[in-house]
């Protein structure tokens, strides 16, 4: 009769689980202090060029690794394996099976992702986790499967650079699109995903972060404080829906990588650049162009996370 009585406790318990509602044994973060004092020095920077892997979705897409390899010069390259709306653990589990694979996978960009990185021929990755950001915490397990891929990719590489791409959140979401960026990098970003991943670790590793939310959060502030920079007048010019970004975002974004990645400067940097598909990209102009760069610099340097360091 016990069991009888008990029954549907433990059923309801075995769906959630299976659903991803319940996560036992989840890692507890990383104590803020130990999390601080791993980015006490700036990373290590890049001798030269850099081969980078990139693992993603949309808001990657396959414009943002081609301008990364424009604007960094001769010797960069680049891998991708790129799905539509992909979570950490989509990719770790379904490869050429991803949503959106045919889409967003060049042919010439593509490589699966795990072959690539077990060969170890990859000095940096760059990861993301899908968007609704609360989503991919509560159902697909973000902390597990970013400790996964890094797991995978220092085993064959223990010097590769690895980073964190943060990104953002439609812009017809009910809360204050600019104030829910001031907050999503610590409360879900860091202390969500990363923390508990590095708590996993016994000797943890910086992961370092791409802090592209931030940088957008603080372009469209100044943009629309000024009423509009050269053809920017809103954050709506930096995307082309709610949430994909249009070519002066992919700008913006590009612009981003380089910088943490480089940990060089990217003002003066061309603005003249072509996408994927072979089609020029429109030209923000001198004057926002030069902001951007500005920008990114800037947060670049004051988030300790990204490994810059004040220069």
């Known amino acids: 009769m016990m069991i009888k009585r008990y029954l549907p406790a433990f059923a309801l318990l075995a769906i959630a689980t299976i659903a991803g509602v319940v996560r036992l044994g989840t890692a507890k973060p990383l104590d803020i202090e130990a999390f601080d004092a791993l980015?006490?020095?700036?990373?290590?920077?890049?001798?030269?060029?850099?081969?980078?892997?990139?693992?993603?979705?949309?808001?990657?897409?396959?414009?943002?690794?081609?301008?990364?390899?424009?604007?960094?010069?001769?010797?960069?390259?680049?891998?991708?394996?790129?799905?539509?709306?992909?979570?950490?653990?989509?990719?770790?589990?379904?490869g050429e099976s991803l949503a959106g694979f045919e889409l967003l996978n060049m042919p010439t960009d593509y490589k699966n992702a795990k072959?690539?990185?077990?060969?170890?021929?990859?000095?940096?990755?760059?990861?993301?986790?899908?968007?609704?950001?609360r989503d991919a915490i509560k159902y697909h397990d973000s902390e597990t499967y970013l400790h996964e891929w890094v797991q995978l990719a220092r085993q064959a590489n223990p010097d590769i650079r690895i980073y964190l791409y943060e990104t953002w959140h439609p812009l017809d979401g009910k809360e204050d699109w600019l104030e829910r960026l001031d907050k999503d990098l610590e409360r879900y970003w860091e202390k969500e995903i990363l923390r508990r991943a590095l708590a996993r670790e016994d000797q943890p590793?910086?992961?370092?972060?791409?802090?592209?939310?931030?940088?957008?959060?603080?372009?469209?502030?100044?943009?629309?404080?000024?009423?509009?920079?050269?053809?920017?007048?809103?954050?709506?010019?930096?995307?082309?829906?709610?949430?994909?970004?249009?070519?002066?975002?992919t700008y913006l974004v590009a612009l981003t990588h380089y910088a943490v990645l480089y940990q060089t400067s990217p003002v003066g940097l061309p603005r003249a650049m072509t996408k994927a598909d072979r089609t020029r990209a429109a030209d923000p102009g001198p004057e926002a162009a030069r902001l951007m760069q500005e920008i990114v610099w800037d947060v670049v340097q004051k988030n300790q996370r990204t490994g810059v360091g004040q220069q």
Do not use: C
């Not at 808001?59 to 301008?67: K, Y």
């Not at 072959?115 to 950001?133: C, K, P, Q, R, W």
């Open 39 to 94: 980015y006490e020095m700036p990373g290590p920077a890049p001798s030269g060029p850099v081969n980078v892997f990139h693992l993603g979705h949309s808001l990657v897409g396959p414009n943002i690794p081609v301008m990364l390899m424009q604007l960094a010069g001769d010797g960069h390259n680049y891998s991708s394996q790129l799905g539509w709306g992909t979570p950490l653990k989509a990719h770790w589990d379904q």
């Open 115 to 133: 072959d690539a990185l077990a060969t170890g021929n990859y000095d940096t990755l760059i990861l993301t986790e899908m968007v609704e950001i």
């Open 205 to 249: 590793k910086p992961i370092y972060v791409i802090p592209a939310g931030q940088v957008v959060a603080q372009f469209v502030r100044e943009v629309e404080s000024r009423g509009g920079v050269g053809p920017i007048s809103s954050r709506e010019d930096l995307f082309f829906d709610n949430i994909h970004l249009s070519d002066y975002g």
